[in-house]
């Protein structure tokens, strides 16, 4: 399929980020060169599952989405969930970021 991009990568483990309602949220990022193996929530406080409930289960969809799609974009997610998404997308497109070889 001439359509996908195949990314390289700095073989690794790398973590971005981010933070809802003030209380911090980190995603770890496990890739090999070509194949991102896994993307976990990492250090996720009770308060942040208790005002966010549907965080995990958000996170779940979009990370296997992103290992399936092998990248960030073009992700489809629930409108409902929007502001949750767009800030998780982001969290696990800056962890590829610092391992993408340019």
């Known amino acids: 399929n001439s359509d ?3 990314y390289t ?3 690794g483990v790398y973590t971005a ?3 809802l309602n ?3 949220v980190d995603i770890q990022v496990t890739v090999d060169k070509h194949n991102i ?3 976990d929530l990492v250090q996720v406080s009770d308060a942040v599952t208790t005002m966010y409930p549907m965080l ?3 996170f779940e969809q979009l990370s296997v989405a992103v290992m399936e799609n092998g990248s960030t974009k073009n992700i489809t997610y629930d409108a409902e969930n929007k502001y949750t998404s767009t800030m998780l997308l982001n969290a696990i497109q800056a962890a590829l970021d ?5």
């Not at 610092?98 to 340019?102: A, I, Q, S």
């Open 4 to 6: 996908s991009i195949t």
């Open 37 to 39: 193996n896994s993307i």
């Open 17 to 19: 980020s981010m933070s």
């Open 98 to 102: 610092k391992c993408t070889v340019k």
């Open 56 to 58: 995990t289960d958000n």
């Open 22 to 24: 003030g209380n911090p």
């Open 9 to 11: 990568y700095t073989p």
